[in-house]
């Protein structure tokens, strides 16, 4: 019995997953967007690969103290992550706008390590003042836009919205 009902809403929700995926394949960006992606990619790619290596004492120095994993694990994690999404903005363009979503999202949910520099007065990549951290608070906005506006991810949502 229980089967059936999970598997039902299995199917419920891989059909709409397929549906918005279809739909959201053939989204057009001009030139300048696809620069743009193009660019987060490779600065998500950059970042990712610093995660592993040569900044990641500095990344560790962001991971708040809530968090119930070590810190080491989750900058390898982060990075992982962000590797896997600067590589899928530069090389999946049929994908860009569900790539765009997952890096917005990505961007929302290290948000709280950047509140926990300022917070804690931790000093890394050259944040060594309380003004510094501040003002790096309002650069995750622009960066959660550039992934949505380069992607053409807020255009698919826009163009869904019309179609119901």
């Not at 765009?100 to 929302?108: D, N, Q, S, T, Y």
């Not at 510094?132 to 906005?141: G, H, M, N, S, V």
Request: glycine share 4%; net charge positive; proline share 3%.
């Amino acid at each position: 019995m229980y089967d059936l009902i999970f598997y039902d809403i299995y199917l419920n929700v891989m059909t709409k997953l397929i549906s918005i995926v279809k739909r959201t394949r053939d989204i057009n960006t001009n030139w300048v967007q696809t620069v743009f992606r193009i660019l987060l990619g490779l600065n998500l790619l950059f970042a990712g690969i610093s995660h592993l290596t040569f900044a990641r004492l500095e990344f560790v120095a962001q991971v708040p103290n809530w968090v119930p994993f070590s810190d080491d694990l989750v900058v390898v994690l982060s990075g992982i992550v962000e590797i896997l999404l600067g590589l899928a903005l530069i090389a999946l363009p049929k994908w860009k706008v569900m790539t765009g979503w997952f890096v917005a999202l990505f961007f929302v949910i290290i948000f709280p390590g950047n509140i926990a520099q300022y917070i804690n007065q931790t000093d890394a990549f050259g944040l060594n003042t309380d003004l510094a951290r501040l003002i790096r608070l309002f650069f995750q906005p622009v960066l959660i836009a550039w992934a949505l506006w380069s992607t053409a991810a807020l255009k698919a949502c826009l163009i869904r919205k019309q179609m119901n």
